[in-house]
């Protein structure tokens, strides 16, 4: 009877250690838990933005509108038959120092 009280004792302490310490054990699985819903969520976003690349392409490829905004926002293009105009900020003007009066000091 002791040898079967000593046999169960040392599996459950074996299942014990299966559970909480081993490398497969419960810790590992949670982490695996949290490693799958970052990566899922890191999946949605590259998704996200593979849909929209995809949805320029398709765009670039079917229509011109598309090649000239691209063309204009990134290159600074403009046709031939328009007119470019820069406008660059003035300067504020510098306070004119020689007309202000000089105060009598005392």
């Known amino acids: 009877m002791q040898i ?11 299942l014990q250690y299966s559970l909480w ?5 419960a810790r590992q699985t949670q982490a695996l838990r949290i490693a799958i ?7 949605a976003e590259l998704d996200e933005r593979n849909r929209a690349l995809e949805a ?10 598309a090649i000239e905004e691209r063309a204009r926002s990134d290159m600074g293009m403009i ?4 007119t470019f105009f ?5 300067p504020a003007p510098k306070p004119d120092t020689s007309s202000r009066s000089a105060k009598p000091t005392r």
């Open 4 to 14: 079967l009280v000593a046999v169960l004792i040392a599996a459950l302490a074996w």
């Open 21 to 25: 310490i081993a490398e497969d054990g």
């Open 86 to 90: 820069r406008l660059l900020d003035q």
């Open 37 to 43: 819903r970052a990566q899922i969520e890191d999946n």
């Open 79 to 82: 046709r031939r038959d328009e």
């Open 56 to 65: 320029e392409v398709e765009d670039l490829k079917r229509g011109l509108m």
